[in-house]
């Protein structure tokens, strides 16, 4: 199984960033994917989180200081792919952001999540 993120970087305050999860070695297309991040000396939270598409017709659930500016979406076309548009930026986006795959419900919680990413750090500079 391998999960790996990409796209992190340094932006202004008030920039963008897409993120990317490319997932494989599982069926991930049936199932739950996430973003989740974790800033220095803070524990790992939620982000966002998107259903599969064939059931549930791609749900989607946010934290709420990122809804508005945070767009998650998935193409299951051939392996499983994650994405999340990041607007808006703000200096408390700053972390480290991991992609998790493997629940079979729309969540927030870590726990629910079986597979993980290294992670891609975000820095957001005021």
């Known amino acids: 199984v391998h999960v790996v993120e990409s796209g992190g970087g340094l932006v202004q305050a008030g920039g963008s960033l897409r993120l990317s999860c490319a997932a494989s070695g599982r069926t991930f297309s049936r199932y739950v994917m996430g973003w989740f991040r974790q800033a220095p000396g803070k524990e790992r939270e939620f982000v966002a989180a998107?259903?599969?598409?064939?059931?549930?017709?791609?749900?989607?659930?946010y934290r709420d200081s990122v809804k508005g500016r945070f767009t998650i979406s998935r193409d299951d076309a051939k392996n499983t792919t994650v994405y999340l548009q990041m607007n808006s930026l703000k200096p408390e986006d700053t972390a480290v952001y991991y992609c998790?795959?493997?629940?079979?419900?729309?969540?927030?919680?870590?726990?629910?999540?079986?597979?993980w990413g290294q992670g891609t750090q975000v820095t957001v500079s005021s």
């Open positions: 998790a795959g493997g629940s079979v419900v729309l969540t927030s919680r870590l726990g629910d999540y079986d597979y």
């Open positions: 998107i259903n599969w598409s064939g059931g549930y017709g791609g749900e989607t659930l």
